[in-house]
């Protein structure tokens, strides 16, 4: 198991902020909401109580080419949308393909294309059912189709671990590269399932706001009047690969990925530990990974997904790791600004970590009306700078079954 140090080279995500990694950030810092109300007729068809989303911005299928975008589902067209943009960023590096890995996550896979099946069989028959549909609703899919585009022969994997899945496949990334499986890594995670099934079902478990009549303003992490989740779209993707590598070839460094934890609580099929005890355990193994302690960390990207039981139980997993230090920590909860992109969100707030530590800056967290003293992280509603000892950050995700994923970033 070699140490080498481990760099992110290059970065690409289409999410409700924007269609590429510098869009969605600038967009994050000028504390833009990408929550909208759904123009669907599904919405008022099958009355539902939720009647918005942080959908993309841009469609996917507008930025790849149709033949291409006809072959997959919507969460795959994400995931090639944003690795096209973060391989092209990492300079299109040249390595042998057996040198090449993908690590890659999803929440839910094809749901769309498994739906679409479904409706096309009983209103057309079994002769009318694409031949396609397997290959594209599989949760593999993203993982698959960036293998054979991007040549990468060493692995494909797939991890789907609810809305810890893309923070696990970059501590997983970490893992394989420093296992010697592959030099350079393609890493992150994606997810499309904002349709009449999953916001039915999340509302039924009283999972979702219904600010109905103001979204943007719906997803609000922290504050005392918070009443749930807003579903977001979209993927993300980091390069990965050691430092030697990456200077060897001239490649431009955001950061380094120094750690990573994961850990499941035993707990619950979808409430977290209230005690914290798997995420802070996950906090704990990532900062082992980076031979780091609690003082050193500077900037926390939370999980905080405005859910009135969430965000203080991740306050109290905190806590449990950094004493009262918790209460100084610049946090961001970016959720409140995406929405909550399930199996990609974790990426997407890796390379808001990594955004961080480069521009040494934490982002805004708007939204933010009266602050729950359950939850007195330090946040704010505009950026606040980070100090000159602060060059070591965690990126938290906590997933339905008990799924725990940190990831810990430096600066370079």
């Given at each position: ?20 990694a ?33 959908e ?34 990492a ?25 679409d ?12 059912v ?5 290959p ?5 899919a993203?993982?698959?189709?960036l ?19 893309s ?6 990334a970490?893992e ?27 509302s039924?478990?009283?999972?979702l ?5 103001d979204?943007?303003t ?26 030697e ?7 431009k ?37 980076a ?10 990207n ?21 004493g ?8 961001s ?30 982002p805004p ?48």
């Open positions: 198991m070699s140490n080498s140090r481990i760099v992110v080279t290059g970065i690409g995500a289409t999410s409700p902020l924007g269609g590429t510098p869009e969605s950030w600038s967009a994050l810092l000028e504390g833009v909401s990408g929550t909208r109300t759904l123009e669907y007729d599904w919405v008022e068809k099958y009355q539902l109580p939720v009647t918005f989303a942080a993309a911005k841009v469609r996917p299928e507008t930025v790849l080419e149709r033949p291409i975008a006809k072959r997959l589902d919507p969460s795959s067209q994400f995931a090639l949308v944003a690795a096209m943009e973060a391989w092209a960023d300079g299109s590096p040249e390595v042998d393909p057996e040198r090449l890995g993908v690590d890659f996550a999803t929440g839910i896979g094809g749901l769309h294309t498994l739906l099946g479904w409706d096309t069989l009983r209103e057309k028959g079994p002769r009318r694409l031949p396609m549909t397997v594209m609703l599989m949760p593999n993203a993982a698959g189709n293998s054979l585009h991007f040549n990468a022969r060493a692995y494909a994997r797939t991890v789907a671990s609810a809305c810890a899945s923070t696990e496949s970059i501590v997983n970490i394989h590269i420093r296992a010697g499986y592959a030099d350079v890594v393609i890493a992150g995670g994606t997810e499309s399932v904002i349709h009449p099934v999953t916001i039915a079902a999340f039924s478990m009283q999972a706001s219904r600010r109905n009549d979204p943007a719906a997803s609000r992490p922290c504050s005392i009047d918070r009443d749930g989740f807003v579903m977001g779209e979209g993927a993300a993707v980091l390069i990965l690969e050691t430092e590598h990456a200077r060897a070839r001239g490649a460094i955001y950061a380094a990925v120094v750690g990573g934890g994961v850990t499941a609580d035993s707990y619950h099929i979808t409430a977290n530990d209230p005690e914290g005890l798997g995420a802070s355990r996950a906090v704990r193994l990532a900062l082992d990974m031979d780091a302690s609690p003082d050193d960390v500077g900037h926390i939370a999980h905080a997904t405005s859910t009135p039981v969430g965000d203080p139980n991740e306050y109290t997993a905190l806590r449990s790791v950094f009262d230090r918790i209460d100084e920590i610049p946090v909860a970016t959720k409140a600004s995406t929405g909550h992109l399930l199996g990609g969100t974790g990426a997407l707030e890796a390379i808001f970590t990594v955004m961080a530590l480069k521009e040494r800056v934490a967290t708007i939204n933010l009306t009266t602050q729950d003293p359950e939850v007195p992280f330090r946040i704010s509603g505009t950026p606040t700078p980070l100090g000159d000892g602060e060059h070591l950050a965690i990126s938290n995700s906590f997933g339905f079954g008990g799924h725990n994923a940190v990831a810990a970033f430096a600066s370079v």
